[in-house]
């Protein structure tokens, strides 16, 4: 299995940022790919949803407490952006190429992550089998991401480098885990 350790990186465009850190883990195994976030710290001053009883494909998680990666095949220009909620929500979308031609990827009906909340952390893992989208053989391009929504109404965005002056995890240069 090749995997790998990571830590992401706040862009917070104004005041001090809380006392927060995002640490996880990418792993895959031929088509499978396995994904762990770990938010730790003040999390009494995040805004996280409610656990939904039956997790749903969602649109808009962005603007809410989220957790993301995107996936791109090595030298193709279409990419997929996955979102996970910790209150169970999830989305897949297709891009043909740098924020154009954007569907819901209808190849996954439900992304089987779970979610384990404490006082002082947040643990959300997914497991996939990626063989409806991708081959096997192929090389992955992943950036990885979060928009952490605080309670008092602002936003922090996370990602493993911000390679522009505003956040934006679509760019390509953020792409910068080959699997």
């Known amino acids: ?3 790998h350790d990571f830590s992401l990186q706040p862009f917070f465009p104004g005041g001090p940022l809380p006392s927060l850190k995002i640490t996880g883990h990418l792993a895959r195994a031929g088509g499978n790919l396995a994904i762990r976030y770990e938010l730790r710290g003040a999390l ?3 805004a996280i ?3 939904a009883e039956a997790p749903a494909r969602k649109p808009g998680l962005w603007e809410e407490t989220c957790f993301e990666f995107f996936l791109a095949m090595k030298d193709a220009p279409g990419y997929w952006e996955f979102n996970l909620s ?3 929500g999830w989305n897949v979308y297709g891009f043909q190429a740098y924020r154009q031609g954007m569907r819901e990827e209808t190849a996954f ?3 089987p992550f779970r979610v384990r909340r404490r006082p ?3 643990l959300v893992a997914l497991e996939l ?3 409806s989208i991708v081959r096997t053989d192929q090389i992955f391009e992943v950036a990885i ?3 952490i929504k605080l309670k008092d109404g602002g936003a922090t965005y996370w990602a493993l480098t911000h390679p522009g002056s505003i956040p934006d995890f679509h760019r390509r240069d953020g792409f910068i885990i080959e699997l």
Request: no cysteine.
């Open 44 to 46: 009494a001053e995040v």
């Open 109 to 111: 009906t439900s992304l």
């Open 86 to 88: 910790p209150g169970g």
């Open 1 to 3: 299995m090749n995997g």
């Open 129 to 131: 089998d990626m063989g």
């Open 49 to 51: 949803s409610t656990i």
């Open 145 to 147: 991401a979060a928009v």
């Open 120 to 122: 002082d952390s947040l």
